[in-house]
């Protein structure tokens, strides 16, 4: 039977059990731009999506419609539509706005109707909200202030102004962008729990602004506002190898704010940034996001943000220009101190010197609790190992720090205590790399373990992934592939928390499944593209790290780092359906695909850095620099029929195969199915990224696996094999050696980390490497992906991305009793799941409603293969979206 009869003929059967029960069905999970209910929004189309609360087998959508208005009451009565759609007979989940043109400082409302599988309509009503920004820099009203310092000037600048509310607010909401890092407060309170706000942008190109809604944070009468502002990448004043510190849009901060209130009667007031403004230093004396931050508590003003303090002593301000014309809303998931976490241990060396840890490498900060003398200076030393004395070693990631004297020591927080009591000290605006934390006192203060606790500090995306396996072994490997991950994002996606912080291209280009499978992430990506587009030179060439000052387009920067600009657009339109990042970036990855064409007319490209950090072997950087350049074009060629670029689809498709040909005939032996010298990077990215010829690629595969056992089935790549190797085995039939070297406990192997204390992934393979040896590195990160990919066997489907069409084939391995991966994807949860019984395997699968999915089994002569208890003949069966029990047992 083919495929598509079965589907029917399993929808008909299970159907029918529960056709008379008529289920309810309801829309859940609304989102406005992948957020929930934003607020400050500048698309003047956003994208809505939603899912189906539908358990039945089969569930579907046939019709949607969705309303859109500014009055909730009459929105959930199905009337006074801004905009309606009516009822379109599709089963898509995500719906671009195109009705009246939406209106700055507006709130709506919208609701989506579903018709099910039986075209019976929902009766659940669901509400969100989306709240539209400023979206024209017109509307801004504020001027740009600082204070009158220079860019070297160190202390940190307070700003305060003060206002009256008369009558009954009914809603407040405060706009701020800033050129460097704020933190904004309102009657002594700060606003929101974001951290380390606006995010980092090529800040002469383009500003991000925050929204925040302070309807509950004003009160009728005299109120404050407070600003902070930190220099962040805008004032690099540490000095390292990347010149950050001569950046061309380094000044000293400023900000930009409008609190825009409206009354119960209808009036409204907008207290603005300006002349009015007063200005002081802070207590921070120091900071720098690159190194630490220096606090003086003794300089603390005690009620600067709050309405009766008083500032006649404070100073005027002066006006800036904008740094940017484009100030855009941030419309992402901000950074916040997502985790705390209490140290496991406290060492004393001697009444002033103190260790603790962690137990675990975070990205993020410590918050100290301490009571001494007036005067005592207590510096706080953030690493992530220690010498054999027990002392922090800060020698493997401050390599490469430039200092220019000994005031900035590295990742090194100094705080000088005020004397009047307990104090607590946690950074503004900066963020380190550590497990230990070296705390040294210039007087000697008694300190206990619970003095001092860790916040791990990342970009806050919502979880949407799980693994689990009999081994913990795999488990502790997906906790630090995920440790990682989190530790490297912060509003773009880094390379390490602590010795760089650069939003290296390539680590983010290995990392973006592992990202995808397991968070949701959209919003930061689609913001580091806009960052591409920013940094992209009109010849279509980037730099290495995005964003950055101008270094970068020098070194590093050939197609197998830097491809993101295609490789990151066209993993999220397979994770998302969303074909709105393809069309943002469209001419952009033609742009970088046209300068490698006319600067490698042959096809073949050296532009690069290659595997980098291999184990031992090296290839050639054109073997898998022309893989990379292929997959671009390759992505280009499809993203121009999604598009309807018929030229272009042909013109591209030419040139992959251009490049393919010419690849094949310098490297390939059709023969012996071996590329160039077969080392396993050299055999694993040609078949990868699907540039080995279709006749030769069982051959190669096999010489794959061969080349791995003679390597004992351990790792020989740098980077771009690790990326590959995996795949390369568990797609081609050797799953089995894959998870031989996934699972490898001796080195060099993720389990050799693991062995040896790791709980997030390194930068290098020995433990005692002499360089590149960040302990908190995502590039070899590829193996969170794979877990989902070969033992979950969870794959998107790139011609119904978005998991509209899920392709499962989880694979089982010798080494594993159980193994369960779950995925939230746009229709919903999605598991694969499998364990051993007695005489055979038991499957358990679930497809949300609203998709399907295509199962391959592993079909042996002697076993029989049940799906929900019926026997099935078939290894390769179309399931409708529901929950399944699959067994494969001996007859
Ligand atoms: C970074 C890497 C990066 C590499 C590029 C290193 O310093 O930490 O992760 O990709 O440089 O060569």
């Known amino acids: 039977m083919n495929p598509s009869k079965l589907l029917s003929r399993i929808t008909f059967l299970l159907c029918s059990l529960f056709y008379f029960s008529s289920v309810a069905q309801s829309p859940i999970n609304l989102k406005t731009e992948y957020l929930v209910n934003p607020v400050g929004l500048d698309n003047p189309n956003p994208r809505f999506t939603w899912q189906m609360n539908d358990k039945r087998i089969g569930a579907k959508q046939t019709a949607f419609r969705i309303l859109v208005s500014t009055d909730s009451l009459a929105l959930a009565q199905g009337k006074a539509a801004e905009w309606d759609t009516g009822w379109l007979q599709t089963s898509a989940s995500l719906k671009t706005y195109a009705g009246p043109l939406l209106k700055p400082f507006t709130k709506y409302y919208w609701r989506v109707d579903l018709a099910d599988k039986n075209k019976i309509k929902s009766t659940t009503v669901k509400i969100a909200s989306f709240e539209m920004g400023m979206m024209d820099g017109k509307n801004w009203q504020g001027a740009w202030i600082s204070d009158n310092q220079n860019p070297t000037v160190k202390p940190a600048p307070y700003f305060r102004t003060t206002f009256e509310t008369t009558k009954k607010i009914k809603s407040a909401r405060a706009y701020i962008a800033a050129a460097g890092l704020y933190e904004l407060s309102l009657n002594g309170e700060k606003v929101g729990n974001h951290r380390m706000d606006p995010m980092y942008t090529r800040f002469d190109r383009r500003n991000l602004y925050v929204t925040y809604d302070v309807t509950n944070q004003l009160k009728k009468g005299k109120n404050a506002v407070g600003v902070l502002l930190g220099n962040g990448w805008y004032n690099h004043q540490s000095t390292a190898v990347w010149d950050f510190e001569k950046a061309p849009w380094r000044n000293r901060p400023t900000f930009c704010l409008d609190l825009r209130i409206t009354y119960t009667d209808g009036t409204s007031q907008i207290i603005k940034s300006g002349k009015d403004w007063k200005t002081a230093f802070s207590p921070i004396i120091f900071n720098s996001i690159y190194t630490a931050e220096h606090y003086d508590a003794r300089l603390e003003q005690k009620g600067w943000n709050e309405v009766d303090f008083d500032d006649t ?104 205590l005020s004397g009047k009591g307990e104090q607590s000290f946690m950074p503004h605006f900066n963020y380190k ?214 030229d272009d689809y042909k013109k591209y498709n030419e040139l992959a195969l251009k490049i393919k040909n010419a690849f094949n005939n310098k490297y390939l032996n059709r023969i012996t199915g071996i590329y160039n010298k077969g080392l396993q990077t050299e055999l694993s990215v040609p078949l990868f990224w699907g540039i080995v010829p279709e006749e030769s690629k069982a051959l190669v595969a096999e010489n794959l696996a061969k080349r791995v056992e003679a390597d004992g089935m351990h790792l020989d790549v740098g980077l771009l094999g690790t990326k590959a190797i995996l795949n390369a085995l568990s797609e081609n039939g050797y799953g089995e050696i894959a998870y031989k070297v996934a699972s490898q406990k001796t080195f060099p192997s993720w389990g050799w980390w693991i062995a040896n204390g790791a709980t997030t992934l390194y930068e290098n393979w020995p433990i005692d490497a002499k360089s590149d040896i960040s302990m908190n590195h995502i590039m070899f990160g590829e193996i969170g992906a794979w877990l989902y990919k070969a033992p979950g066997g969870i794959k998107p489907d790139e011609n119904q991305p978005g998991f509209k069409h899920i392709l499962l084939n989880p694979q089982v391995v010798e080494g594993l009793d159980y193994f369960e991966a779950t995925h939230d994807g746009p229709y919903g949860k999605i598991k694969s799941a499998w364990k051993r019984i007695k005489y055979g395997i038991r499957y358990e699968i679930s497809i949300p409603a609203n998709s399907t999915a295509t199962i391959t089994l592993y079909m042996v002569r002697g076993i029989k293969t049940t799906l929900n208890g019926r026997r099935i003949a078939e290894g390769f069966v179309q399931l409708p979206a529901g929950n399944y029990i699959i067994e494969q047992k001996a007859e």
């Open 313 to 416: 002593k404070w100073k005027s301000v002066i006006y800036r220009s904008a740094p940017s014309d484009k100030i855009v809303a941030q419309a992402l998931h901000p950074i916040r101190n997502v985790e705390e976490i209490t140290a496991k241990s406290i060492k004393k060396f001697n009444d002033t010197t103190y260790l603790f840890d962690l137990g675990r490498n975070i990205s993020g900060v410590s918050k100290i609790k301490i009571n001494g003398p007036a005067g005592t200076i207590v510096r706080l030393k953030h690493t992530e190992r220690l010498y054999p004395n027990g002392r922090a070693d800060m020698s493997n990631i401050d390599v490469h720090y430039r200092p220019t004297d000994d005031k900035d020591p590295f990742q090194t927080d100094i705080l000088i």
């Open 433 to 646: 790399g550590f497990q230990y934390v070296e705390v040294s006192l210039s007087t000697p203060v008694d300190l206990k373990k619970e003095d001092l606790v860790g916040y791990f500090m990342h970009s806050d995306i919502p979880i949407a992934g799980s693994v689990k396996a009999s081994d913990p072994l795999i488990d502790k490997i997906y906790y630090a592939t995920n440790n990682s991950y989190l530790s490297n994002l912060f509003g773009y996606p880094t390379d390490c928390p602590q010795r760089e912080k650069n939003g290296w291209t390539g680590d983010a280009a290995i990392a973006i499944e592992t990202g995808l499978y397991g968070f949701d992430g959209i919003t930061i990506y689609e913001k580091w593209l806009a960052d591409h587009r920013d940094e992209q030179q009109p010849n279509g060439v980037l730099p290495s790290i995005i964003p950055t000052d101008g270094w970068g387009y020098e070194w590093g920067n050939g197609p197998d780092w830097t491809s993101t600009i295609a490789i990151i657009p066209w993993n999220i339109y397979r994770f998302y359906g969303d074909t709105k990042i393809l069309s943002d970036n469209y001419e952009n990855i033609r742009k970088y695909v046209n300068h490698i064409n006319e600067t490698y007319p042959t096809g073949l490209t050296t532009w690069g850095l290659g595997d980098w950090v291999p184990v031992k072997s090296v290839s050639p950087v054109e073997l898998t620099s022309t893989c990379y350049y292929y997959a671009d074009v390759v992505i280009l060629a499809k993203t121009a029929k999604i598009l309807g670029k018929a």
